[in-house]
């Protein structure tokens, strides 16, 4: 069974009512969408800041026992707040490698899911594997005081801890574009679950990301809040257990999720036309796997517009809430696909609910650049 709260809305219509008809238009819309989702969701991100590292313990390991690597801890300085602050990285590349390398950056230290296997696999397909903790920025401590971290910091914000983590895959970001090992270009970030929800925002809100890739981000992340499947988390759950993940204006739509002016498709399509990956279990039923699946085919009108729909895909498999192996080695042949690494060797535009109607009707606008050719 399936509750279906109102169409999802026209990622196309501003909210004067005026649609969409060139690009110059979008980049219009994509600005008010955005104000819209941080004024109403997750907050203001805070302010950019300068950052500045200090390189701790680097030295050389065997990943798996035979694959080569170079590892380096660094204390990332942050200046221009109200006090000192900081949090650490760590770098994991592979070894004698040469020319400038793609990254691959995971806040989720403070869980266990990037394992050894899952580090190994990252290493091998030549990428650098940047990890933090994200809760070192804020912590994730089911209260809502705001006295510690980065609200010690800028103490006049209204972000939620969602864009505070986001705002530290940012700060992660100017680091590696100061190196010179490291391509500007192709820095793809990940995250699982309430990690997966921050990295959705994080690189809807930066346009230095490349690739955005949450995993099984449910509810304020890759989820639907119009469209819940059975037994899915939805905002009333979130703001009761975890009211300081978001802004406190979301409370106005709990229950009333058809009044909210955007969807989380909306989110989505802030990352366009730049890539962006959802990678899902069908038994993750809290996740809203097939609410996922309908903010996927929603923004990916967007990415229809702008000419860049292999840029954006989906892919699920069997199984429950987890970031395993299989999960990382789905968004990797994604990274290497989009990344010019390798020929696509899986799809990532299945539809596992087929007999499932769509939650909007509405559809791109033929598209149209400024001089008025067809995109």
């Given at each position: 069974?399936?509750?279906?709260?109102g169409?999802?809305?026209?990622?196309?219509?501003?909210?004067?009512?005026?649609?969409?008809?060139?690009?110059?238009?979008?980049?219009?819309?994509?600005?008010?969408?955005?104000?819209?989702?941080?004024?109403?969701?997750?907050?203001?991100?805070?302010?950019?800041?300068?950052?500045?590292?200090?390189?701790?313990?680097?030295?050389s390991?065997?990943?798996?026992?035979?694959?080569?690597?170079?590892?380096?801890?660094?204390r990332?300085?942050?200046?221009?707040?109200?006090?000192?602050?900081?949090?650490?990285?760590?770098?994991l590349?592979?070894?004698?490698?040469?020319?400038?390398?793609?990254?691959?950056?995971?806040?989720?230290?403070c869980?266990?899911?990037?394992t050894?296997?899952?580090?190994?696999?990252?290493?091998?397909?030549?990428?650098?594997?940047?990890?933090?903790?994200?809760?070192?920025?804020?912590?994730?401590?089911?209260?809502?005081?705001?006295?510690?971290?980065l609200?010690?910091?800028?103490?006049?914000?209204?972000?939620?801890?969602?864009?505070?983590?986001?705002?530290?895959?940012?700060?992660?970001?100017?680091?590696?574009?100061?190196?010179?090992?490291?391509?500007?270009?192709?820095?793809?970030?990940?995250?699982?679950?309430?990690?997966?929800?921050?990295?959705?925002?994080?690189?809807?809100?930066?346009?230095?990301?490349?690739?955005?890739?949450?995993?099984?981000?449910?509810?304020?992340?890759?989820?639907?809040?119009?469209?819940?499947?059975?037994?899915?988390?939805?905002?009333?759950?979130?703001?009761?257990?975890?009211?300081?993940?978001?802004?406190?204006?979301?409370?106005?739509?709990?229950?009333?999720e058809?009044?909210?002016?955007?969807?989380?498709?909306?989110?989505?399509a802030?990352?366009?036309?730049?890539?962006?990956?959802?990678?899902?279990?069908?038994?993750d039923?809290?996740?809203n796997?097939?609410?996922?699946y309908?903010?996927?085919?929603?923004?990916?009108?967007v990415?229809?517009?702008?000419?860049?729909?292999?840029?954006?895909g989906?892919?699920?498999r069997?199984?429950?809430?987890?970031?395993?192996?299989?999960?990382?080695?789905?968004?990797?042949?994604?990274?290497?696909?989009?990344?010019?690494?390798?020929v696509?060797?899986?799809?990532?535009?299945?539809?596992?609910?087929?007999?499932?109607?769509?939650?909007?009707a509405?559809?791109?606008?033929?598209?149209?650049?400024?001089?008025?050719?067809?995109?």
């Amino acid at each position: 069974m399936h509750v279906l709260k109102g169409e999802l809305p026209d990622l196309f219509e501003f909210a004067g009512g005026a649609r969409v008809q060139t690009e110059a238009d979008w980049r219009r819309r994509r600005e008010e969408l955005q104000e819209l989702i941080l004024d109403i969701e997750y907050g203001h991100l805070p302010p950019r800041a300068e950052v500045q590292a200090e390189l701790l313990h680097p030295h050389s390991c065997m990943l798996g026992g035979t694959l080569p690597a170079e590892f380096a801890g660094y204390r990332l300085g942050i200046e221009g707040g109200a006090r000192p602050f900081g949090f650490s990285l760590q770098l994991l590349a592979p070894k004698e490698a040469e020319g400038r390398r793609p990254v691959v950056v995971c806040g989720d230290g403070c869980w266990r899911y990037v394992t050894e296997a899952v580090a190994t696999e990252v290493v091998k397909r030549g990428y650098v594997l940047a990890t933090f903790n994200r809760t070192e920025i804020v912590p994730d401590a089911y209260h809502s005081a705001r006295s510690s971290g980065l609200y010690s910091v800028f103490p006049e914000g209204d972000f939620g801890a969602l864009s505070a983590w986001a705002w530290g895959y940012h700060r992660v970001v100017d680091f590696l574009f100061t190196r010179e090992d490291v391509d500007p270009e192709r820095i793809a970030i990940v995250g699982h679950s309430r990690g997966g929800k921050t990295v959705l925002l994080a690189g809807a809100t930066d346009e230095r990301i490349a690739l955005t890739a949450p995993n099984n981000s449910g509810s304020g992340g890759a989820g639907c809040f119009r469209w819940q499947g059975d037994s899915c988390e939805k905002l009333a759950d979130g703001w009761r257990m975890v009211p300081y993940w978001y802004s406190p204006r979301v409370a106005e739509y709990v229950d009333r999720e058809e009044h909210l002016p955007f969807d989380q498709h909306a989110l989505k399509a802030l990352v366009a036309p730049r890539a962006l990956l959802s990678t899902e279990a069908l038994g993750d039923v809290w996740a809203n796997p097939s609410g996922t699946y309908q903010t996927f085919d929603a923004a990916r009108e967007v990415y229809r517009f702008l000419g860049a729909e292999e840029r954006t895909g989906i892919w699920y498999r069997e199984g429950d809430h987890d970031h395993g192996l299989v999960d990382w080695q789905a968004f990797l042949d994604f990274a290497d696909q989009q990344f010019g690494r390798s020929v696509p060797m899986r799809r990532f535009d299945e539809n596992p609910f087929p007999d499932m109607p769509r939650a909007f009707a509405w559809s791109a606008p033929e598209g149209r650049r400024e001089d008025g050719g067809s995109l």
